[in-house]
């Protein structure tokens, strides 16, 4: 409890939480309504259950008291009243995915007046939504935390009246009669005369032994903000040398005992903004440690010791309760792919001028005019932000090519109404 | 995070001037005062047309923060703004926000909400209101932070003037508040902020619905 009449608890109950502290799907609960701004009372049980079943853990108790075992994401969405269907049967636009760039492009597009709907599996916000404090997103000069950016984004992309369908994932989208047909994971359709795909990416999977076990129990991908509080007084290992991973060293440097950075490269300005650079050596538990990675984990069930290998060839093992491992994203494009979206070899996807240039471009464009800018190889398909080849990786970035999609978009519809 | 939620034994204050619930007369009195002093005044038939004036009040999708109040959880005002999903409900966004990171972004919301629900402690039979806090953190968006201010004042509060008014805090409101800040956080409370208002300038920005019964501290 703070000093102010805003920290205290709100009349009514919140969701409650039980479940065992090194359980994977309690812990994509307990991201789940963090990221979506949603309080919760988390219980941990230690696997024996409280005075209920273990068997049911981990147990979600509604606000009206209705409970749900072995709670899953998509229960406790539905149980909180998230999962509306689509109120249109057409819409001049759908994008796949709430990040910056998505709800950049929700906002341009329903205040120019295109009928819009944003598809996210997750939560708002997209990476950036995780991020303790941004400091350079520009209109802040004291920064912003990526999560009341989201909420700020979602708040003033509803009041121009794009609908916003949360906690579902996208399953297909196919080219049908001059416009797009996109299915969700809740069997929902949805059809639209454009589509812009703005799914972003997520965290690359650590190639060590033992780790996939340890999800949720001691190990995270991303920068965990739902994790804050239970590091309190612990050992916090950061893998990472991008923004994210800074921003996760600031904030858990408030809560943890000790935090240690750890970058494969041998400084941290490659790919880290210099401020964060700066605030991370001001900051007296946060140890930055280059030239390093991690090559296994050793845990009882939960992890407790990570083993560090240096380019020099030594070995350490470091104690750790928790490991956040943040070392940039792969493409989410797993389903847009399937609509024939030409991508890189990498998996990001192809827009614009790239995708005529090159020896391998021949037949990748179909149409006689040149693609729009953000345009696939899909007509009328977009692309914006961190899934798009070439991108900047940067809040700002994103936002803007939302932005810039809106108005190529605009020009889609006009040139498909000329016929 | 979590706080205590089990029911707060409250002191007995006994049945005192400060506990009786003002004739419908006085009350009517009151709200012209009120109105003269540009508050508008509301007297409700009992706490569920009190109810059901809050919400009337309320734009849809507006930025609502509803200050920790007895009168408003006992009528049901603190669950509608919380879990009828008609508005923002600006205390759910502030209970899980990080404490260490988001200091900043918790102040500069609570204090200007679009509107601010909440009560009073004592109200003169000339149209003063009084409002009393601890931390004084619910003052300033009623003085002037939020755009609108709705208070729901249960026909107990009224006082025949200022000092009374002071008494009525100190001897009767203070004594149940300070046990049930107790009980909720572990911290006393105390008669820390005492906002006075006699005059508002901008006519209709406070509106105060009364109620003849016994509500509230």
Not at chain 1, 14 to 33: E, K, N, P, T, W
């Amino acid at each position: 409890m703070g000093l102010f009449d805003y920290d205290a608890r709100p009349a009514t109950p919140q969701v409650q939480l039980v479940g065992d502290r090194s359980s994977a799907a309690a812990y994509a609960l307990r991201d789940f309504l963090t990221r979506n701004g949603l309080p919760y009372d988390w219980q941990e049980v230690d696997g024996t259950g409280g005075t209920g079943d273990p068997a049911d853990l981990p147990l979600c108790i509604l606000p009206d008291g209705r409970r749900i075992a072995r709670a899953t994401v998509e229960q406790v969405a539905a149980g909180l009243g998230m999962i509306s269907p689509p109120q249109l049967d057409v819409y001049d636009l759908v994008i796949v995915g709430a990040g910056p760039a998505g709800l950049g492009a929700a906002v341009y597009a329903t205040s120019e007046g295109l009928t819009t709907a944003v598809i996210e599996g997750v939560a708002p916000g997209g990476q950036a939504g995780t991020t303790s404090l941004i400091e350079n997103y520009l209109g802040f000069p004291t920064g912003i935390s990526g999560g009341e950016l989201a909420t700020r984004a979602v708040s003033q992309a509803r009041r121009f009246g794009a609908e916003i369908l949360l906690a579902r994932q996208l399953s297909a989208i196919a080219a049908e009669s001059g416009g797009f047909r996109t299915e969700l994971s809740d069997g929902s359709t949805m059809w639209s005369r454009a589509v812009l795909v703005a799914s972003g990416v997520q965290w690359r999977r650590l190639d060590v032994e033992g780790i996939d076990d340890l999800l949720g129990g001691g190990v995270y991908y991303g920068a965990g903000p739902s994790e804050a509080l239970g590091c309190r007084n612990s050992q916090v290992v950061i893998i990472g040398g991008g923004n994210s991973a800074g921003q996760a060293a600031v904030r858990f440097s408030r809560y943890a005992a000790r935090v240690t950075l750890l970058v494969r490269g041998e400084r941290l300005g490659a790919s880290m903004s210099q401020y964060l650079i700066d605030t991370i050596a001001g900051i007296e538990n946060v140890e930055v440690r280059t030239s390093t990675h991690v090559v296994g984990v050793e845990a009882d069930g939960h992890l407790h010791h990570v083993v560090v290998a240096s380019t020099d060839g030594t070995r350490e093992s470091l104690a750790a309760d928790r490991l956040f491992v943040c070392i940039g994203g792969t493409p989410r494009t797993d389903r847009t792919s399937a609509a024939g979206v030409a991508v890189d070899s990498t998996g990001y996807i192809l827009t614009g001028s790239d995708l005529t240039a090159g020896a391998d471009a021949v037949g990748r464009w179909p149409l006689s005019r040149d693609p729009l800018p953000l345009e696939t190889s899909v007509p009328g398909l977009f692309a914006a932000g961190d899934v798009r080849h070439g991108s900047i990786k940067r809040c700002a970035a994103a936002i803007g090519e939302g932005a810039m999609a809106v108005a190529l978009v605009h020009h889609h519809l006009a040139e498909d109404v000329r016929g | 995070m979590a706080e205590q939620t089990t029911p707060v034994a409250l002191p007995d204050v006994g049945d005192s001037e400060f506990s009786r619930v003002a004739s419908r007369e006085r009350i009517a009195a009151v709200a012209t005062a009120l109105e003269r002093n540009g508050i508008r005044a509301i007297v409700a038939a009992d706490s569920a047309e009190a109810r059901d004036t809050v919400h009337s009040l309320l734009a849809d999708g507006a930025a609502v923060y509803n200050n920790t109040s007895r009168t408003l959880e006992t009528i049901g005002v603190s669950e509608d703004i919380e879990r009828s999903g008609r508005y923002q409900a600006l205390r759910l966004r502030l209970y899980q926000m990080d404490r260490e990171m988001q200091r900043d972004e918790m102040r500069t919301i609570a204090a200007s909400p679009d509107y601010v629900v909440g009560s009073a402690h004592a109200v003169t039979d000339d149209g003063s209101l009084m409002i009393a806090s601890a931390s004084g953190s619910q003052l300033g968006p009623i003085v002037s932070g939020a755009a609108h201010v709705i208070l729901v004042i249960g026909g107990q509060k009224i006082v025949a003037d200022i000092p009374m008014g002071f008494r009525r805090i100190r001897e009767y409101c203070f004594p149940l508040e300070d046990a049930r800040a107790r009980h909720a956080y572990g911290v006393p409370s105390g008669v820390n902020n005492v906002l006075i208002i006699n005059r508002v300038l901008a006519p209709g920005r406070i509106a105060a619905i009364f109620v003849p019964e016994r509500l509230g501290f």
